[in-house]
């Protein structure tokens, strides 16, 4: 790991990747996952990218609460 | 003039600490955007998308949470040139508004539930047969079914936390976002709480806890809120 998160327990880090790939406002822009100077995979992140497990996730909040409710819906 | 990378909104006038370096060694520095200030630095090229830039970014972030509460950009979100990303906000102007002011005075938590009394295989019902090797149609059934039959185990499961967790937590928790569990979670949560709660919701999660031996119950944060910045 690079010494920037050193000391981060990895549990920790698997929660802070998640949240600053997945979460957050989508503002647009493109990535380009290269290896070796070889450009293999162009992601655009106009796409909003959901994975089944998200949308189970989702699925087991409890309809009909207030807490379900996500502050991105609807504004 | 160089590309630029946004990194998150906050009011007008909240400015980035002197010195602070964005993800790739650019100075961070505060840019009003319309009603917005947006801190941003300098990138000639988007960033690599590598675990020390991801951290860098979120430790921009973190840094403009101390002053006031940010609405965390998405990573990656690096435009050619200034105005792109000026043209990108004031598409979405009213949007980002609202969510500004959603979040507003408030930090997210989250809780993470690992353990349990029902193992994913292996468990009372399912015997050996979940993990005996398949040697005909019967057996290969059978196995689906127990594996099916555990799977809504662990749900009701999570279904029977989550619904415990809320009741612990009532209106402390002002919006609720449900993550999917990386294993070994069973449940993983986030939670937009007014700042001023953080010691409470502390509180009440411990108490949760404490009903629950089977489970090992963490609290996460706080976090800028990456959970409820998704317009």
């Known amino acids: ?75 | 003039v160089s590309g630029v990378y946004p990194y998150c909104l906050v009011p007008v006038g909240c400015e980035p600490p002197r010195g602070l370096r964005g993800v790739g060694e650019g100075v961070v520095e505060g840019r009003d955007v319309q009603g917005f200030t947006v801190w941003t630095s300098e990138e000639p090229s988007p960033p690599s998308p590598n675990l020390e830039s991801i951290v860098r970014h979120d430790a921009v972030v973190r840094a403009a949470a101390e002053a006031a509460t940010p609405l965390p950009v998405r990573f990656g979100a690096w435009a050619p040139h200034p105005s792109v990303l000026v043209e990108r906000i004031n598409r979405r102007r009213a949007q980002l508004e609202a969510a500004l002011t959603a979040v507003s005075g408030r930090t997210e938590l989250g809780v993470t539930v690992e353990g349990g009394s029902m193992p994913a295989s292996g468990s009372e019902e399912t015997g050996d047969a979940a993990t005996e090797p398949v040697t005909d149609g019967r057996a290969y059934l059978r196995k689906l079914s127990l594996e099916h039959a555990d799977r809504r185990r662990r749900r009701a499961e999570r279904l029977a936390l989550l619904e415990g967790l809320r009741a612990a937590l009532g209106a402390l928790a002002l919006h609720e976002r449900v993550h999917p569990p990386a294993s070994p979670a069973l449940v993983s949560v986030a939670h937009l709480v007014p700042r001023r709660d953080e010691a409470r919701y502390r509180q009440r999660v411990a108490r949760f806890a404490r009903d629950r031996s089977a489970y090992r119950v963490r609290v996460t944060g706080p976090w800028p809120p990456y959970s409820f910045a998704s317009p």
């Open chain 1, 1 to 75: 790991l690079p010494d920037v998160v050193e000391g981060v327990p990895s549990t920790s880090l698997v929660e802070l990747v998640n949240r600053v790939v997945d979460r957050g406002v989508s503002l647009s822009g493109d990535l380009t996952i290269s290896v070796a100077e070889v450009d293999l995979l162009h992601i655009g992140l106009r796409l909003v990218l959901r994975s089944v497990a998200d949308e189970e996730a989702d699925a087991a909040a409890i309809p009909g609460t207030v807490l379900a409710r996500r502050i991105g819906e609807g504004v």
